[in-house]
């Protein structure tokens, strides 16, 4: 099975800067679309942005000034770089992947999923 790891969420000021990363793990040869999103508490899981295999980007309206979402084809990564943080970034940051091609053949038809990384904007 398909893994996404997640790392580099945690407490930062107003104005900071975090890190995500993302690592998917498997018999993995492509995987079409890598993504973040996050959930605040009571709120519905929101894009934040996703990258494909070709490069093609799409942000959300209120991260699209501030946020960079890369990935390295290869090592099936994803990153996403946040800057000039707000207290309403505040939610837990999912990682997706969509489209993967396994070297057994293609992978679940349901997207998948890390198990989220907690990122708090607060003073």
């Known amino acids: 099975q398909v893994q996404l790891v997640e790392s580099g969420g945690g407490l930062v000021q107003p104005g900071g800067s975090l890190r995500l990363s993302c690592a998917a793990s498997?018999?993995?040869?492509?995987?079409?679309?890598m993504g973040w999103y996050r959930q605040a508490p009571g709120k519905q899981r929101e894009l934040v942005a996703v990258?494909?295999?070709?490069?093609?980007?799409n942000y959300a309206d209120s991260v699209k000034d501030r946020f960079t979402i890369s990935r390295d084809n290869a090592k099936n990564t994803v990153t996403l770089q946040m800057n000039s943080l707000k207290p309403e970034d505040t939610a837990v940051y999912y990682c997706?992947?969509?489209?993967?091609?396994?070297?057994?053949?293609?992978?679940?038809?349901?997207?998948?999923w890390g198990q989220g990384t907690q990122v708090a904007v607060s003073s």
């Open positions: 997706k992947a969509d489209g993967v091609l396994l070297s057994t053949g293609w992978g679940k038809l349901e997207d998948y």
């Open positions: 498997g018999n993995i040869v492509r995987i079409n679309s």
């Open positions: 990258i494909t295999s070709g490069g093609n980007i």
